[in-house]
Every structure is written in C-alpha cells, then in structure tokens.
T-cell receptor, first 115, second 111 residues
Framework: DAGVTQSPTHLIKTRGQQVTLRCSPKSGHDTVSWYQQALGQGPQFIFQYYEEEERQRGNFPDRFSGHQFPNYSSELNVNALLLGDSALYLC??????????????FGPGTRLTVL | RKEVEQDPGPFNVPEGATVAFNCTYSNSASQSFFWYRQDCRKEPKLLMSVYSSGNEDGRFTAQLNRASQYISLLIRDSKLSDSATYLCVVAFSGGYNKLIFGAGTRLAVHP
C-alpha cells in the first residue's frame, strides 16, 4: 500500500518565478492538505482540498493556490516567489469521516529553496 | 500568543531516563489532540492521539487537561531511537481537519 508521495524532492528557484508541487494521497484517502514548514518551526497549514474544492485555507496570500484532480491527487502552485517561501512543503492525506482514527498522513515533502 | 506552545528544548537525556514534554493551546474550541514525531529532515509521523482520559502506548503516555488547555507526553526508559523532534498538534474537529502545530521540542538521547 503506497503512502503519500510528493514530487519533486528538491527544487531551487529564483525570486519572482513560479513553482508547482505535486502530491498523490495514500490509497483510499480523499482529502489533501498542504503545509509549509520553515526551518526550526512547526508546519503551518496552507489549505485543504476535498472533492476538488478548496475547503479550508490558512493565513497565506493568494500567491499560493492549489488544485485537486478527480483521482484525489493535488498540486500546490506558488507564484512570484519570495526568499521567505524557502521551506519544506508537506502534503498530508486523510479520509473524511473515517471515525476515531481519522488522521493525516504526511508525505516526505518537497524542499524548496528560493535564491 | 501562539495557538500551540511547547517547551523550547532541547532535552538532552541519557538512555533509560524518563522525560516529559508539555504543551498548551489557546483555543478552547479545539477538539482533537495529537503528538507527532519528526526525525531530522523527514516528514512528521503520528506518534499518538491524546484522549481526555489519558492514554498509553508502550513507553509513551499522553495526558490531556481540557480545563487548563494543557497536553503532556511522557516517555519512559528512553532509547537512542527516541531522539527526534516532538510536535504537539491540535485540531478544531476531526483529525482530518486543519492541524495546528507547535514549534516542536527536540529530544536527544545519549548513551
């Protein structure tokens, strides 16, 4: 049973560029959440996708956008990159209504460096 | 004030020691509570959920005090493999929902 997968593993971009990160959820999961983790900090919630719609959003600017596909995979897009966008971007998948054990499983992350 | 606050750490303990991590959360509407473990440059992994009655999983014991908005994690008989960052996490509803993380407490277990 494949877990959550993310691509690419590492990425280097320059300020002003745009980036797309990809995530495939764990088998059987229908919800994808994205988090940004800066060095030395805990992950910060960016947004969550369910049924191909953004269901919740954290305190991130509109430069951060996403998409969920019919197969539940998801993309995170960041436009006009800033140096401060350098971080580990984590994707987490879950199953809505799975009961007491519902929780989020994280992928290995994409490490983005903005120069 | 941060929504979830943890002991700053790092904690440096010898093998076999008992170590306790504390965490407070600011929003009384929080419904679900977790401890995640994160190894260096890896993704967070669920260590255990935390229930109001307290719960134990082997050497790990988690406690929740809703009145004080306080969560704890106790690790007994520390192993070298317990060295990691421990993240205190809350959610407003189910665990599938938006997770709010503390900054983490680093634990280093030495021989």
């Amino acid at each position: 049973d494949a877990g959550v997968t993310q691509s690419p593993t590492h990425l280097i971009k320059t300020r002003g560029q745009q980036v797309t990160l990809r995530c495939s959820p764990k088998s059987g999961h229908d919800t994808v959440s994205w988090y940004q983790q800066a060095l030395g900090q805990g992950p910060q919630f960016i947004f969550q996708y369910y049924e191909e719609e953004e269901r919740q959003r954290g305190n991130f600017p509109d430069r951060f956008s996403g998409h969920q596909f019919p197969n539940y995979s998801s993309e995170l897009n960041v436009n006009a990159l800033l140096l401060g966008d350098s971080a580990l971007y984590l994707c987490a998948s879950s199953q809505v209504g799975a009961g007491p054990t519902d929780t989020q499983y994280f992928g290995p992350g994409t490490r983005l460096t903005v120069l | 004030r941060k929504e979830v606050e943890q002991d700053p750490g790092p904690f440096n303990v010898p093998e076999g020691a008992t170590v306790a991590f504390n965490c407070t959360y600011s929003n009384s509407a929080s419904q679900s509570f977790f401890w995640y473990r994160q190894d260096c440059r890896k993704e967070p992994k669920l260590l255990m959920s935390v229930y109001s009655s307290g719960n134990e999983d082997g050497r790990f014991t988690a406690q929740l005090n809703r009145a004080s908005q306080y969560i704890s994690l106790l690790i007994r008989d520390s192993k070298l493999s317990d060295s990691a960052t421990y993240l205190c996490v809350v959610a407003f509803s189910g665990g599938y929902n938006k997770l709010i993380f503390g900054a983490g407490t680093r634990l280093a277990v030495h021989p």
